[in-house]
């Protein structure tokens, strides 16, 4: 049986890359990913076959991924990340669900097998950078109404705010969209403190990574990109200081034990 890993490599730094994950790219003949994601995974890539797709081609590349595996070539289809997390796996299975659907003309993909490999996701990068922020109930969202319409992503944010979740924010800024992450701020302004922590993490991991901690009402698009995870706490997080050390948690209530 021919055989596609779908592979979340980590936010960048190789120390991240699980060793199941880097052991399924060593397995694997062929390679199918956006090409700064095998340029950070090094030399773990040498002698494949690299199957470079760009940005905004993932239908494409999900495609293409299957098609390899179903023609006999072990193959991995690698996102940055947790490939489940906002990433390249679900529409691997959207479109074998559309097969079995008979919306598409591929019997051939439903005789791969599926081997899924997770990954640290920015989200679990920047709490660890900034301390402990998802120490508690958290979620996310995603503020790129290209596939999700915008009232669908507000009222996700206001059900946030009502839960009293802390939430990291993917996709907050892009060079087409800039005010939906102050929307989100405005919202969430609604439901906790001006002063909750918020971290913003750009290139979390990578050799240019920089680490912001800020407070809600001082969040704005001007301090963000489409490189850039905006995490904000809940009504309980905190923000502590020891000389130059700092840290942003979110106590899970034992201090009721302590």
Same mark, same amino acid.
């Given at each position: 049986?021919?055989?596609?890993?779908?592979?979340?490599?980590?936010?960048?730094?190789?120390?991240?890359?699980?060793?199941?994950?880097?052991?399924?790219?060593?397995?694997?003949?062929?390679?199918?990913?956006?090409?700064?994601?095998?340029?950070?995974?090094?030399?773990?890539?040498?002698?494949?076959? /690299? /199957?470079?797709?760009?940005?905004?081609?993932?239908?494409?590349?999900?495609?293409?991924?299957?098609?390899?595996?179903?023609?006999?070539?072990?193959?991995?289809?690698?996102?940055?990340?947790?490939?489940?997390?906002?990433?390249?796996?679900?529409?691997?299975?959207?479109?074998?669900?559309?097969?079995?659907?008979?919306?598409?003309? /591929?019997?051939?993909?439903?005789?791969?097998?599926?081997?899924?490999?997770?990954?640290?996701?920015?989200?679990?990068?920047?709490?660890?950078?900034?301390?402990?922020?998802?120490?508690?109930?958290?979620?996310?969202?995603?503020?790129?109404?290209?596939?999700?319409?915008?009232?669908?992503?507000?009222?996700?944010?206001?059900?946030?705010?009502?839960?009293?979740?802390?939430?990291?924010?993917?996709?907050?800024?892009?060079?087409?969209?800039?005010?939906?992450?102050?929307?989100?701020?405005?919202?969430?302004?609604?439901?906790?403190?001006?002063?909750?922590?918020?971290?913003?993490?750009?290139?979390?991991?990578?050799?240019?990574?920089?680490?912001?901690?800020?407070?809600?009402?001082?969040? /704005?698009?001007?301090?963000?990109?489409?490189?850039?995870?905006?995490?904000?706490?809940?009504?309980?997080?905190?923000?502590?200081?020891?000389?130059?050390?700092?840290?942003?948690?979110?106590?899970?209530?034992?201090?009721?034990?302590?």
């Amino acid at each position: 049986m021919t055989k596609l890993y779908l592979i979340g490599a980590g936010p960048g730094d190789i120390d991240l890359v699980a060793p199941r994950a880097t052991k399924a790219i060593e397995n694997s003949s062929d390679l199918v990913a956006y090409g700064l994601y095998l340029k950070l995974l090094g030399c773990v890539c040498d002698g494949k076959v /690299h /199957h470079d797709l760009p940005l905004g081609q993932e239908i494409d590349r999900a495609r293409l991924a299957l098609d390899l595996a179903a023609s006999g070539k072990t193959t991995a289809l690698i996102s940055s990340g947790d490939i489940g997390v906002y990433a390249m796996a679900t529409l691997v299975f959207e479109l074998l669900d559309r097969q079995l659907q008979g919306e598409e003309d /591929h019997p051939e993909w439903l005789d791969v097998e599926i081997e899924t490999v997770p990954g640290v996701s920015a989200m679990q990068a920047g709490s660890s950078r900034a301390g402990a922020l998802l120490g508690h109930d958290f979620c996310t969202i995603s503020l790129s109404d290209l596939l999700t319409p915008w009232q669908t992503i507000e009222k996700r944010i206001h059900s946030c705010g009502t839960g009293d979740f802390v939430v990291s924010f993917y996709n907050p800024k892009s060079k087409k969209r800039d005010w939906q992450i102050n929307t989100a701020r405005d919202i969430l302004l609604q439901y906790r403190p001006a002063n909750t922590p918020v971290l913003l993490g750009r290139q979390l991991t990578r050799e240019d990574e920089s680490i912001t901690l800020t407070t809600l009402e001082k969040l /704005h698009s001007d301090d963000v990109d489409m490189f850039t995870l905006v995490t904000v706490g809940n009504s309980e997080s905190r923000h502590i200081i020891n000389g130059n050390k700092e840290w942003i948690y979110t106590p899970r209530g034992y201090s009721k034990k302590l």
